[in-house]
């Protein structure tokens, strides 16, 4: 393995564990970290001595090689390594862009299709196995991407909506995270026909309303944008017997949006408007045997509701929800 290789592994260590924490948090609309030039020798060094854990991840690399955080570990025209940090609480991010390569030689194809502006998707973003990072690139809307593209980036832009062919035919795409811009619509069919779509990231937009999602979806955090409860269909996560994770922290939901699947692991819904629970909304009053044994985190803190006067909505778990009692 060379150096480059042990620095995006590297990488990929730090990075891995402060990702899967924030999952079970809120993560607020918040940009950024250090960003620390170590000359490459002093890296290498590190690396060796990191390399019981690095060899570990060696089997791990097929699974991570599409993470954003494979983008760290990289070449400045100077010839250093950029290492970057931040806040352990907080969502990572990645360096700002920097340009490829101009003098590079070619490659027909390889840079994806042509951007709006002309320029290949793939110097407008970095393009790397399956997986396209746009952050922090200021663009407007979403580019046309390689019909291989399997995970999109597009945090901390300036995007304001999400368009019926922004996605399609990308039967690929498994993950969409445009945290942190403008957007205020998602066509109600930009989603939808997308088969292998599991993870959405629209945390701190502007949306209204939440579109027609695949029953694919294991991860969905819309947290700080400007959902009321009108803004999300009935009945909209009912079918999604893989979902996992639905953040809808700070929001303006004035209910729990009903029914919630079996597979469900956590609800964020701090931060709302949602002012009764009964004895249906997480459990069954119909048969008392029932238990909701994957539903471990539910967030009600910060929403007008006094959680003592229900007493019965919460026999069926494993875990009472979070809020004032
Ligand atoms: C909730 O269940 C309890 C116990 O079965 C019952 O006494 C109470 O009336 C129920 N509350 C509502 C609003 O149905
Ligand atoms: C909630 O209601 C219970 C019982 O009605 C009461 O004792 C408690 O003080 C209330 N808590 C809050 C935070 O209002």
């Not at 803004?231 to 996992?244: C, Q, T």
């Not at 002012?275 to 007008?304: M, W």
């Amino acid at each position: 393995m060379n150096t480059f290789t042990y620095i995006v592994l590297l990488g990929l260590l730090t990075l891995e564990a402060a990702i899967a924490a924030p999952m079970k948090n809120e993560k607020p609309a918040k940009k950024l970290r250090q960003i620390q030039v170590l000359p490459g020798d002093l890296l290498e060094e590190f690396a060796y001595m990191n390399q019981d854990a690095l060899n570990f991840y060696d089997y791990e690399e097929e699974l991570t090689i599409n993470e954003p955080q494979i983008e760290i570990g990289r070449l400045t025209p100077s010839g250093n390594r950029v290492l970057v940090n931040y806040d352990s609480d907080y969502e990572e991010e990645l360096i700002p862009h920097e340009p490829l390569d101009p003098g590079a030689p070619s490659v027909p194809g390889l840079l994806g299709p042509d951007t709006k502006e002309g320029l290949p998707t793939c110097l407008l973003c970095t393009c790397l196995s399956g997986s396209v990072y746009c952050d922090d690139t200021d663009i407007e809307s979403i580019p046309p991407l390689p019909k291989d593209t399997t995970y999109f980036y597009a945090r901390f832009n300036k995007l304001t909506n999400i368009k019926k062919g922004d996605f399609s035919g990308l039967n690929h795409l498994k993950r969409i995270d445009v945290t942190g811009n403008r957007i205020s619509s998602i066509d109600e069919d930009a989603l939808r026909q997308l088969p292998e779509l599991v993870d959405l990231m629209v945390a701190s937009n502007e949306l209204v309303q939440l579109p027609e999602l695949p029953k694919t979806m294991i991860n969905i955090d819309a947290s700080h944008n400007k959902l009321h409860s009108n803004g999300i269909k009935k009945e909209a996560f009912k079918d999604m017997s893989n979902l996992e994770y639905l953040y809808l922290a700070g929001n303006a939901l004035s209910y729990v949006p009903l029914p919630l699947p079996e597979s469900l692991r956590s609800i964020n819904l701090q931060n709302n408007n949602v002012q009764q629970i009964d004895n249906d909304t997480f459990c069954n009053s119909k048969d008392i045997h029932y238990v909701r044994k994957a539903l471990e985190l539910i967030r009600l803190d910060g929403n007008p509701i006094n959680l003592s006067k229900t007493p019965d909505a919460y026999i069926c778990l494993p875990q009472v929800p979070h809020g004032n009692y």
